[in-house]
């Protein structure tokens, strides 16, 4: 099977690419081509050519990942508008080809009257419709996003999945001390790490606080944001106003960012929007305990299986309690880090990849019918001494 890849590139220079690379590695027996989302020039142009790359590749399946930012125009206020020149000639196109189309989304936006213009409201729900009826199957990284998709368009059992973003697990393994002397660290030094890119939602502003706030301890912002826009101006202005025991590293490389990630003892997520969360996947890959925010994605994960602890990220003051707390019992974070490395288990790239292939399979065959996502549950139950360590984690005090 032939399966065409539509995404960003896999350098570490967007996350959506990064998933797709690594979830490539996790798919065997499909022959795939990757094409690539235009980042710089975002113009008609280029998202009609790209569709005709896409296309030209001959594929069984062309799979596009798909990201509101993907798709954004420059000073438009619609969100990945430029979808609206993509996907129309990317449905036509394959269905006369006969032809697939698999879209992954990894997030959905469905903004109340309050926040948002009745015409930004409208053109979404367009946007919805136009993905459900172009697209053979439709892929969700978590219930959340499926939940809000079908706030608005019903769709039936066989037209999607809902599946877990996925862990990497071969990932370097660098020694903690060694970790913490590459980016500046004495190996004793305490360190508490936010990883990943830099964004608005994701509560940097919150964790430079709690790092004034705890001036003993040394804090990481892991990670950066592209060279402009929005994004690039929020990290500037946090690195701006970071403390001194705070170190932001900028953007770094796949091999940096797995030895940053093997730095810290603590990863604090206090994120105010998420739907689903590479970041906090990548720390399972490296086993690394996580305290996050009480945003439904994270307290549904900590209620099956114990982790990652969540906080009221509202309350900046019970942040900075838990986070001291954390990191003077030595037991607790091991415990952390143990339902982590279960998760990663549970949720890998290899285990994910089995399940594409199989809604490749039969979306290929005109079979969907016979997809059934009640056995393929994203972040599935743990296993019996899993929940073992997981209850013993729930007894503990965390208010």
């Known amino acids: ?12 220079s967007c996350g959506i690419g990064t998933y797709a690379r690594d979830l490539l590695d996790g798919i065997e027996h499909v022959n795939t081509e990757t094409v690539h989302v235009p980042q710089d020039d975002r113009s008609i142009r280029r998202f ?19 990201e509101y930012g993907l798709f954004r125009r420059e000073g438009s206020k619609y969100p990945g508008v430029m979808g609206l ?14 032809g697939r189309v698999v879209v992954t989304m990894h997030s959905v936006l469905r903004p109340q009257p309050d926040e948002s213009d009745f015409s930004v409201r409208l053109y979404l ?44 697990t071969d990932v370097p393994r660098v020694p903690q001390g060694v970790a913490k002397r590459r980016f500046g660290f004495d190996p004793d030094d305490v360190v508490v790490a936010i990883p990943g890119f830099m964004r608005p939602p994701k509560g940097h502003d919150v964790f430079i606080e709690v790092a004034r706030q705890l001036p003993e301890y040394e804090f990481m912002v892991a990670g950066g944001a592209r ?53 906090f996947n990548s720390c399972a890959s490296q086993g690394l305990g996580v305290l996050a925010s009480d945003a439904d994605y994270f307290t549904r994960i900590e209620a099956k299986w114990g ?27 091991r ?46 139950e743990p296993a019996a001494r899993a929940r073992a360590a997981c209850s013993a984690q729930r007894s503990v005090t965390t208010d």
């Open 85 to 98: 020149v993509f996907f129309p000639l990317l449905f036509l196109a394959s269905s006369l080809r006969s």
């Open 1 to 12: 099977m032939d399966v065409t890849m539509v995404t960003t590139p896999g350098n570490g």
């Open 335 to 380: 415990r952390l880090a143990e339902i982590m490395r279960q998760y990663r288990r549970a949720n890998s790239f290899e285990q994910v990849g089995a399940e594409h292939q199989r809604i490749y399979r039969h979306v290929s065959n005109d079979t969907v019918a016979e997809l059934d996502d009640r056995d393929a549950e994203p972040d599935p």
């Open 125 to 168: 729900l367009l946007m919805h419709k136009l993905l459900a009826v172009g697209a053979s199957h439709l892929v969700f990284l978590s219930p959340d996003c499926a939940g809000t998709f079908q706030e608005d368009i019903d769709l039936r059992p066989r037209e999607f999945s809902v599946l877990s973003h996925g862990v990497k």
């Open 227 to 279: 060279p402009k826009g929005e994004d690039f101006e929020f990290a500037e202005r946090i690195r701006s106003e970071a403390p001194e025991n705070v170190t932001v590293t900028g953007m770094l490389d796949d091999e940096d960012y797995w030895v940053a990630l093997a730095a810290p003892d603590l990863a604090l997520l206090p994120y105010r929007v998420v739907t689903q969360s590479g970041t």
């Open 48 to 66: 009609v050519g790209l569709a005709v790359r896409a296309l030209r590749t001959d594929s069984d399946i062309v799979h596009v990942q798909h």
């Open 307 to 333: 982790a990652p602890e969540t906080v009221d990220v509202t309350d900046t003051d019970a942040i900075v309690e838990r986070v001291r707390t954390l990191l003077e019992d030595d037991a607790r974070r």
